[in-house]
């Protein structure tokens, strides 16, 4: 019986093939987790991941640059994510992110319509151009409006929303600079969770938890062992982004 060879190996690219993911995870959970993770190796042009069956359980990490990606490769490989190692291989393919940094992108051609889609296309252009016609007279409501001089027979609609009431600012909690094996995170994106910053800060050694505060999506504790452990990782992910626009601020809590 002739043994068969193995494949050849796959050269260093620019994107990341990830599989063996966690298929309970809810797919924009696991791409914003995805990034909060591998957004720490380089600048990341994007992620790509499906919801469908055939799909499922796979994801691809687009780097800007092959040194990025070669050292989340070494890195991140067989990380425990949702509790299921990763499995990291470079992808086959060029990404269309790729293409379209070099120049070589090609436009694909676009599929027919469905006669679904196109229907709901006729009917959006009939209200967009309903809309329009609608716009001047609008406008002269609202200027009238404006000058207390509404057309003459119309009054304004009494049902009209009035705008909410300006809410209070939250009371702004500052950290320390004092070493305290608890940190004190600000400046969290709204779709921070839990595991994300679980995944985060579990690298380093001596993390024991996470406790974000209820009703502020903004902040988070981070407990280690010990103060120095506290304040290695705390060097590391000072202004780490979570998303693109969130740059996270890290202090210690007060003791």
């Given at each position: 019986?002739?043994?068969?060879?193995?494949?050849?190996?796959?050269?260093?690219?620019?994107?990341?093939?990830?599989?063996?993911?966690?298929?309970?995870?809810?797919?924009?959970?696991?791409?914003?987790?995805?990034?909060?993770?591998?957004?720490?190796?380089?600048?990341?042009?994007?992620?790509?991941?499906?919801?469908?069956?055939?799909?499922?359980?796979?994801?691809?990490?687009?780097?800007?640059?092959?040194?990025?990606?070669?050292?989340?490769?070494?890195?991140?490989?067989?990380?425990?994510?949702?509790?299921?190692?990763?499995?990291?291989?470079?992808?086959?393919?060029?990404?269309?992110?790729?293409?379209?940094?070099?120049?070589?992108?090609?436009?694909?051609?676009?599929?027919?319509?469905?006669?679904?889609?196109?229907?709901?296309?006729?009917?959006?252009?009939?209200?967009?151009?309903?809309?329009?016609?609608?716009?001047?007279?609008?406008?002269?409501?609202?200027?009238?409006?404006m000058q207390g001089?509404?057309?003459?027979?119309?009054?304004?609609?009494?049902?009209?929303?009035?705008?909410?009431?300006?809410?209070?600012?939250?009371?702004?909690?500052?950290?320390?600079?004092?070493?305290?094996?608890?940190?004190?995170?600000?400046?969290?994106?709204?779709?921070?969770?839990?595991?994300?910053?679980?995944?985060?800060?579990?690298?380093?050694?001596?993390?024991?938890?996470?406790?974000?505060?209820?009703?502020?999506?903004?902040?988070?504790?981070?407990?280690?062992?010990?103060?120095?452990?506290?304040s290695q990782a705390?060097?590391?992910?000072?202004?780490?982004?979570?998303?693109?626009?969130?740059?996270?601020?890290?202090?210690?809590?007060?003791?």
């Amino acid at each position: 019986m002739m043994r068969q060879n193995p494949p050849p190996p796959v050269a260093p690219s620019q994107t990341l093939y990830i599989n063996n993911l966690n298929e309970k995870v809810k797919l924009e959970e696991l791409k914003k987790s995805l990034y909060a993770i591998f957004s720490q190796f380089g600048e990341i042009l994007e992620i790509v991941a499906a919801k469908n069956l055939k799909a499922r359980g796979q994801a691809f990490v687009v780097f800007k640059d092959i040194n990025s990606a070669s050292n989340a490769l070494r890195s991140m490989q067989g990380f425990p994510f949702y509790e299921k190692p990763m499995r990291i291989n470079y992808a086959k393919k060029k990404s269309d992110a790729v293409s379209k940094l070099d120049g070589t992108y090609v436009q694909k051609e676009k599929k027919a319509m469905t006669k679904e889609k196109r229907k709901a296309t006729e009917q959006g252009g009939d209200a967009k151009r309903n809309m329009e016609s609608m716009m001047p007279m609008m406008q002269g409501m609202m200027q009238g409006m404006m000058q207390g001089m509404l057309p003459p027979g119309m009054q304004a609609p009494s049902n009209m929303p009035m705008p909410p009431a300006p809410r209070p600012n939250p009371p702004q909690q500052h950290g320390s600079e004092i070493p305290h094996k608890i940190l004190f995170l600000t400046n969290l994106p709204q779709e921070t969770t839990e595991m994300m910053l679980t995944m985060l800060f579990e690298q380093f050694p001596g993390f024991k938890e996470t406790r974000l505060v209820p009703g502020r999506h903004d902040i988070a504790f981070i407990e280690f062992e010990t103060d120095p452990q506290a304040s290695q990782a705390k060097q590391a992910l000072q202004n780490f982004k979570i998303t693109p626009d969130n740059a996270m601020n890290i202090t210690f809590a007060n003791k």
